[in-house]
């Protein structure tokens, strides 16, 4: 079994038996159960007939750093919330999503007043909000008791219900208010407390980039709510890694690029100076080209859309180029 076999995630529970870094992932298992216990998520409870539990799944990951090393092997128990009956279960499913451009503003904020720029991580954050509807879950694998009879009776919010996302994002944003933090009128996930030490969040569901003169006070009101993780200084937050200059902050996506370059079969081509070719005039493939392009196998709309993602969080030299190419989704060959 070569090295690289334990840089990766066992795809079920029922097989995860059978390799070799079994004990380590049972360990993941073993403290994700112990969080869970901890945050009083559930209890057991006699089957009703009125119940209809949603079943679970064992999820596991490998998180690495920006150097692509291995830091942490996760398992997380995730309902199946494609089971949720409309009408019978919870329904209200909406959160803030995600929006680069506001974050981007805030390290540029940081970057002009000289400001820390740190994150930390919330710990099994969906459980810690309250589940303000009935709902039960089946007994999942990695738990002993009676599967026919009893059911684990929900009492917080885990990964996979279509409401915990909003329901974490309420919890947070609630306890935020309490500490007398304000939301920004325009921006749900920035929220800002100007007093005599300021201090600026951007939250991405369990992922907090905080911005201030001095963290000190604020992390440790976190460490005292939740179970957090302190980063420290920010390194690599959604998807993008983070320089610290003096002065000021770069923003990069070079793993990223390099791993598309490596699955587009690019990364032995010459880099050029710009984008596109100055003055260069793309038009619509000729049915043959077309033919042609097809043959190769390649998913244009894809690689575009992977490209416009780099071009909004990092690279906006190749923005024009981007959208120029994209009007071709269509009509796509070679020259494209």
């Known amino acids: 079994m070569s090295s690289n076999h334990h840089k990766q995630s066992p795809k079920e529970f029922q097989k995860f038996n059978a390799r070799k870094d079994v004990e380590k992932w049972q360990a993941a298992i073993n403290k994700e159960l112990e969080n869970m216990n901890r945050l009083k998520v559930w209890e057991i409870v006699d089957k009703k007939p009125s119940d209809h539990p949603i079943t679970s799944t064992w999820v596991f990951k490998v998180k690495h750093d920006h150097n692509h090393s291995v830091t942490e092997r996760k398992a997380r128990l995730c309902a199946q919330g494609f089971h949720q009956i ?39 954050a969906f459980l810690n909000a309250p589940l303000e509807e009935e709902l039960t879950l089946a007994i999942p694998d990695a738990i002993n008791k009676d599967k026919e009879n009893k059911v684990l009776q929900l009492h917080k919010e885990i990964y996979g219900l279509k409401q915990a996302p909003l329901a974490w994002y309420n919890h947070l944003a609630s306890w935020l208010k309490k500490a007398r933090f304000k939301c920004s009128v325009s921006e749900p996930r920035v929220f800002y407390r100007t007093e005599s030490k300021p201090v600026w969040i951007y939250i991405h569901v369990d ?77 619509n493939a000729t049915e043959d080209e077309v033919r042609v392009f097809k043959e190769m196998q390649i998913n244009y709309p894809s690689a575009i859309g992977e490209l416009n993602y780099i071009s909004l969080d990092s690279r906006p030299d190749i923005t024009f180029a981007v959208s120029n190419l994209s009007q071709f989704l269509e009509n796509t060959g070679i020259t494209h």
């Open 207 to 283: 992922d907090l980039a905080i911005f201030g003169p001095d963290l000190t006070l604020f992390n440790q009101e976190l460490q005292n709510a939740f179970n957090m993780k302190d980063l420290g200084k920010a390194e690599l937050l959604l998807g993008v890694k983070v320089n610290h200059l003096t002065g000021g902050f770069s923003l990069s996506q070079e793993h990223y690029i390099d791993k598309l370059a490596e699955e587009y079969e690019i990364k032995n081509l010459t880099p050029l100076n710009t984008p596109l070719k100055p003055n260069i005039q793309l038009s």
């Open 86 to 124: 409309e009408g019978l279960d919870p329904w209200k499913t909406f959160s803030p999503t995600r929006k680069i451009s506001s974050l981007q503003l805030l390290i540029s904020h940081a970057a002009r007043n000289s400001l820390l720029f740190h994150q930390m991580d919330v710990k099994s």
